[in-house]
C-alpha cells in the first residue's frame, strides 16, 4: 500500500473512496490517492488562511475569544 | 475516449484541483463508479471542514445580514462562503444572497458542495437563481450549471433554461447532468429555435458524441423530436454523425434516434452512402452485437434498399457469421421476419448457408415459433 493511501486512511477518508482506490492497479492507484491528498491539502491551507483572515478583522479585544469560537 | 468517461474525468479533476487530462488513466473505469467515487471524495472534503463552517454559520447568525454580505465578500471569501451557506437556514442564506454580489453569488456557487447545499439550492427564489445561472453561463461554468438543473425548482429550471440560447453551453449542461433522468425535463423545457441551437452546436464544435450520447435518455417523443431535426441537418451533417457513431460506439443511441424519427427520415438516413462502407457496417453490427440492440437495428433494415442491404448482410454472413446466431437468440421475432421477409433471392442461398451451419438451433427454434410465417419461407426451402 502507497504512503498516500495509508494517509488518506488514516485521514478517515470513506471505505467506499478508500475501496475504489486500492481497486486500482496500484501504479494508478497511487496516482489517484497522491491527486486526493493534494487536493485535500490545498483546500486545508485555503480554509485556514480565509479563516485566519477572519480573525485578523476582529478587533484586538475581542479576537481571543472569537478564535476560541472559530477554532474550538 | 467515451464521451461520457470525459465528462465524468473533467468533474474529478475539477473536485481535486487536477490539471485536466492528468487522470486519463482512469479511462476504462466503470462511470458510476468514477462518479460514486467523486461523490464520496466531495462530502469528505466537506466534512474535514464542517465543524469550522457551522461555527462561523453560528456567528454569522449574531449580526446583521449586510454585515455578514460585507464580511464574506471582503474578509472570507467564496470558498469559505460557500461552506458557510451550506450550514445556515436557508432562509438565512437566502437573505444573504440577496445582499451578495452576482459575481460573487457566482463564485460562491461553484464551491458549494453537492450533497450538503442541496437543500440551499432547492429553497433559493426564482429570481435569485436566474441570476446567478446568467453569471455562471457568462464564465462557462457549465458542470456548475449542471448541477443545478437538478436541484433547483421546476419553475426556476424554466427561467434558467428560457435564458440559454447558447446551444454549445446547453450540450454541456446537459452532458454533465449528474441525475440524467433530468435530461427529458431539460430539453422538454426548451423552444424549438434552442434545440435547433444546440444541434447546431454539435456540428460547429465537434459536440455530436456528446448529443449522440445524451439522445439514449431521452424519451420517445423527445428523441423523435430532436431525431427529426437531426435528419435535416442534410446528408453531409449526417455522414459526419454516422462516422462519429462508428467512432464512439455510439450506434445504439444512433438507431434508436433513427427509429424515432419520421419515417421519411428514416428512409433517407439508412440509405446514405456512408452506410455502405464496409468498415462503418462492420462496426455497426459490431457494436449492436456486443449492446444486444438488435431490435434497434432489425426494425430498420426492411429500409434498406439493395445497395445497402448488401453490405449489412456481406458482415451478417461473412465476416461475422455469428451475429445472426445472436440476433435469433436476441432479437423480437416480427423484428426477424422483417429482414428474413426483406431479402431478395439473390441472398436467400447465402443467409440459409450461414444460418445452416451458424445457427441451426436458435433458427429451428425460431421457424418452429413461426411456422406460418410466409416471410421464411424462401429460407425453409433452401434450408430443407
Redesign the interface.
Known sequence: MSDSIQSLKN????A??LA??ES?PAE?AS??AD??L???Q???R??EK??N??LN?VPGPFRRP?KK???? | MHIETQAELLKLSRLLEAEEGSLDFLDGQDISAMAAFRASVSGFFYEQHQDSYQRLAGISKLVPTGASAKLATTVLGSVLAAGIASELPPERAIKLADKLPEDFMAKLCIHLEPKHSRSLLAAMPDKIVATVARTLLAMNEHITLARFVGVIQPSALKQVSASIEDGEAMVKIALYLEDKSKLDALMGLLSESQQRATLKAATDHELWPAVLSLNGYLNTELRGRMGNLVAEQGDTALSHIIEVASEQRLWTNLLQAVNAMDSKHQQNVVNLEKLREPAIMESLITTVAAENSWDELLTLLPLLDQAHLAPALDVLTERQPQSLDAALNHAHDSNLLGLFGHLPDSEVARVADVLKSNAADSWQAFAARNGDAHEIEALKAALA
Open positions: 485521514k478517515g477518508l470513506p467506499d473512496a475504489f482506490i486500482l494508478q496516482k489517484l491527486a486526493v493534494a487536493a485535500m490545498t483546500k486545508d485555503r480554509v480565509a479563516m483572515n477572519a478583522v472569537v469560537m472559530l477554532f474550538g
